[in-house]
């Protein structure tokens, strides 16, 4: 197949007119941020997004290039089918539970990151630990962006997926890095639109080609493959439930959501963001579900793709491109192409920001350079975000596939981070103990149950645990009971320590985090500060 030209020249309008629009952004940021923090303009847009801007940069947050590519080819293998295709809902319900009980937390105390509460609550040398699972979250994320990205453009302008891979990554760091958030969220705006209208045009072009049977007769009968609505067996109910509250809960504590909450105007705002987003996120799958409906009801023999089929060929994961390559006119498929590049950036830039704020905010301001002025901090985010952005086009060069990548990027997350979230926020007795023992017990199952997507064999055979086409495969749910393993060994340690400390059945000299800090050593050196009206500051730090 020939270069494709014009769907060269047209990509390459969109990524001109992204970039031209981030760059606009960063120019009105650093016009607004008169009289306000630049750390925090960069961040959260100097908590000053409005509603309107909020919604659409929240909504493109999760509507990437691995969700609208990975809902497709879901519906389309004939082992999943749309009962499989989980994230639209689990998304929605993610975004609903974050604005109902989390937000409002959140924003009460000004908190900038995911990581702030936790680093207040369990001291910074655990909040670094705490750090590293959902930088490699987001790191994958934007891999997976990225390569499903490449695979588009490889199908549909015959380019190597290496060129687009390396070309869209430097198009998303550059403008990221020019404007922060702002430059983001107004991109989001354009991107979500254009995603939007690309898809819903290309959609009628598919659907009456001559190639392809009515979806509403394959949706239930037998045709090219089994019925596309899918089926879950009973010895499969296990994992389905296990990956919809993975979906659910572990969509919560993630940097990409809570920045856009917490650069909302106001509490009241940042809640309805989060309620609408949800929907948002639903309503923007039905594209992708009707296109892999549409791949899963064509005769593709009957196309100039020719058998063996995707599936055959495994090349399932990019069945959305290959839809709109080969059923629809060739100038239909360029706007379609156009609408994965936008969800593609929409997504990475978000991801990209995330790892480079945590990593400025948190670990280099509150840990390495206590002292960092606003510049230098500004300076240490541009700098990781070349570093993580790099990184994930690396990575993105062996994703196999894009599903697989997408859902793998925050089972640590979840495992780990969530239950320390919860704890941090609505239980305050928790402790440094507790949060190391948790974190302990939690990654050590986790890596024990081993990955077949990685081809790491289970040391730990949870009940269920078959052998499925040579690989060992996990039926029990174990990502959520591991989940809830930590959470509780989060609570119980926490409350053992301090009942060993309170009573002298340990004594205090032991207490190398400090717990009883608060109550033993600071309160009366306040106090006696407060009776002689002199500063006690060396007394505390020689206390602590």
Known sequence: MALNIPGLVSLSVFFMLTLAIGIWASWKSKKDQQNRNPTEMAIVGGRNINVFIGLFTATATWVGGAYINGTAEIVYLPSKGLLWVQAPVGFALSLVIGGFFFVNQMRSKNYVTVMDPLQETYGNLMGSLLFIPPLLGEVFWFAAILASLGATMRVVLNISSSLAIIISACTVILYTLLGGLYSVAYTDVIQLVFITLSLWVCIPFALMNSATESIYYTATHQSHQDPWIGKIEKQYLGRWLDDFFYL?????????????????????????????????????????????????????????????????????????????????????????????????????????????????????????????????????????????????????????????????????????????????????????????????????????????????????????????????????????????????????????????????????????????????????????????????????????
Not at 440 to 454: D, I, K, Q, T
Not at 461 to 485: G, R
Not at 522 to 528: E, H, N
Request: proline share 6%.
């Open 248 to 544: 659910v809960l572990g969509s919560i504590p993630w940097q990409t959501y809570f920045q856009r909450v917490l650069s909302a105007a106001s509490p009241g705002q940042a809640r309805l963001i989060s309620y609408l987003s949800g929907l948002g996120c639903f309503s923007m799958a039905i594209p992708s579900v009707i296109i892999g409906a549409v791949a899963a009801s064509t005769d593709w023999n009957q196309t100039s793709y020719g058998l063996p089929s995707p599936l055959e060929r495994g090349e399932s994961a990019m069945v959305l491109p290959l839809v709109l390559h080969y059923l629809c006119p060739a100038y239909i498929s360029i706007v379609g192409l156009g609408a994965i590049a936008a969800a593609a950036m929409s997504s990475a830039d978000s991801a990209l920001l995330s790892a480079g704020s945590m990593f400025a905010h948190n670990i280099y301001r509150k840990i390495l350079r206590k002292e960092a002025t606003d510049a230098e901090v500004l300076w240490a985010m541009r700098i990781s975000m070349l570093v993580f952005g790099a990184g994930a086009a690396g990575l993105a060069f062996y994703s196999s596939s894009v599903y697989d990548l997408w859902f793998l990027s925050g089972e640590l997350v979840y495992a780990l981070l969530f239950p320390q979230l919860c704890c941090a926020l609505f239980t305050p007795s928790t402790n440094t103990y507790g949060s190391a023992a948790g974190f302990l017990v939690g990654l050590l199952l986790r890596l024990l149950a081993g990955e077949p997507a990685l081809s790491i064999p289970p040391i730990i055979c949870y009940p269920a645990c078959c052998l499925v086409n040579e690989t060992y495969s996990q039926l029990f749910p174990f990502k959520t009971f591991i989940m809830l393993l930590t959470l509780g060994t989060i609570v119980a340690v926490s409350y053992l320590a301090t009942v060993l400390f309170q009573r002298n059945l340990l004594p205090r000299r032991w207490d190398v985090c400090n717990i009883m800090g608060g109550t033993s050593t600071l309160i009366p050196l306040q106090q006696m500060e407060k009776q002689m009206g002199s500063p006690v500051v060396a007394l505390e730090e020689n206390g602590a």
